[in-house]
């Protein structure tokens, strides 16, 4: 038996990156996938191909996590198509790093709306259908960098530490209706993100990692597939630190 056989997931940002790597490895553990992009239509549209060819129903959605509206028309979407929705991963984000002094306004509120705004959008969103069926696991993607700060990135760390407040919050509200949440904080995972850090930043990174090594899509997504499964049914309002030690 396949650990996440029959289950619905939603997955937000998941045409690239760390939301593929889930989408895939969901797929192969027998999970329905719907997922959603912002813009890249022909890698979503690819994976939507490749999640079906493994034998489970998979749809993409194109939905801007950041707006409140795009998420209520789009889980009522996925629940008329997939009927249920059993895991809501909240993965989608974004970077506009810079110094405070060179931060702009613009850029501080994009990335909280982005990467924390959605989150409420989507939990409320999908709030009803879990409150309904008694069931449903939530798994918020945070990071390293919400738990300890990093320089150049105070609207990112501000969103990701955010993050962890607002899901040990649903873990208390939502908890004595069997809905979990949970929050994983990658380290340093190698995706078009990271590609963007120059090789000096990368290397600094690399070397203050106790297993000398950045982290792969996968090793998130096993994470995800633990804690979207009843393997973890009595964990709730944790904080998984999935960074190879970094946090140590
Ligand atoms: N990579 C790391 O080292 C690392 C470490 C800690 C935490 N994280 C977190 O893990 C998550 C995924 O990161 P990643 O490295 O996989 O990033 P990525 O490679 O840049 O991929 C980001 C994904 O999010 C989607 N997206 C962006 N804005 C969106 C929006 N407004 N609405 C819906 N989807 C949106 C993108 O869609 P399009 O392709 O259509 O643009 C893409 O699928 C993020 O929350 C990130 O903060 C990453």
Not at 58 to 69: D, I, L, R
Not at 85 to 90: A, Y
Not at 92 to 117: H, P, Q, W, Y
């Given at each position: 038996?396949?650990?996440?056989?029959?289950?619905?997931?939603?997955?937000?940002?998941?045409?690239?990156?760390?939301?593929?790597?889930?989408?895939?490895?969901?797929?192969?553990?027998?999970?329905?996938?719907?997922?959603?992009?912002?813009?890249?239509?022909?890698?979503?549209?690819?994976?939507?191909?490749?999640?079906?060819?493994?034998?489970?129903?998979?749809?993409?959605?194109?939905?801007?996590?950041?707006?409140?509206?795009?998420?209520?028309?789009?889980?009522?979407?996925?629940?008329?198509?997939?009927?249920?929705?059993?895991?809501?991963?909240?993965n989608a984000g974004i970077t506009k790093d810079n110094l405070?002094?060179?931060?702009?306004?613009?850029?501080?509120?994009?990335?909280?709306?982005?990467?924390?705004?959605?989150?409420?959008?989507?939990?409320?969103?999908?709030?009803?259908?879990?409150?309904?069926?008694?069931?449903?696991?939530?798994?918020?993607?945070?990071?390293?960098?919400?738990?300890?700060?990093?320089?150049?990135?105070?609207?990112?760390?501000?969103?990701?530490?955010?993050?962890?407040?607002?899901?040990?919050?649903?873990?208390?509200?939502?908890?004595?209706?069997?809905?979990?949440?949970?929050?994983?904080?990658?380290?340093?995972?190698?995706?078009?993100?990271?590609?963007?850090l120059d090789e000096k930043t990368v290397?600094?990174?690399?070397?203050?990692?106790?297993?000398?090594?950045?982290?792969?899509?996968?090793?998130?997504?096993?994470?995800?597939?633990?804690?979207?499964?009843?393997?973890?049914?009595?964990?709730?309002?944790?904080?998984?630190?999935?960074?190879?030690?970094?946090?140590?």
């Amino acid at each position: 038996m396949k650990l996440l056989e029959g289950k619905n997931a939603i997955i937000t940002g998941a045409s690239r990156g760390i939301g593929r790597g889930i989408a895939k490895v969901f797929a192969e553990n027998g999970a329905n996938v719907a997922f959603t992009y912002s813009s890249s239509v022909e890698a979503a549209e690819e994976l939507e191909q490749e999640l079906t060819k493994l034998g489970v129903k998979a749809k993409a959605y194109k939905s801007n996590a950041a707006s409140f509206e795009e998420a209520q028309d789009l889980i009522s979407k996925v629940t008329e198509d997939f009927s249920s929705i059993d895991i809501l991963i909240n993965n989608a984000g974004i970077t506009k790093d810079n110094l405070l002094m060179r931060m702009s306004e613009e850029d501080f509120d994009k990335v909280i709306e982005v990467n924390l705004k959605s989150i409420f959008n989507m939990t409320k969103a999908v709030q009803r259908t879990m409150l309904k069926q008694r069931y449903g696991s939530i798994i918020n993607m945070s990071s390293v960098v919400g738990v300890k700060g990093n320089a150049g990135q105070s609207n990112y760390a501000a969103s990701k530490a955010g993050i962890i407040g607002f899901s040990k919050s649903m873990a208390l509200e939502l908890g004595s209706r069997n809905i979990r949440t949970n929050v994983i904080a990658p380290g340093f995972i190698e995706t078009e993100m990271t590609a963007k850090l120059d090789e000096k930043t990368v290397q600094g990174w690399r070397e203050n990692i106790p297993l000398k090594r950045g982290g792969s899509p996968e090793d998130i997504a096993n994470a995800c597939v633990f804690l979207g499964s009843d393997l973890s049914g009595y964990i709730t309002g944790q904080v998984i630190n999935v960074d190879g030690g970094m946090l140590t």
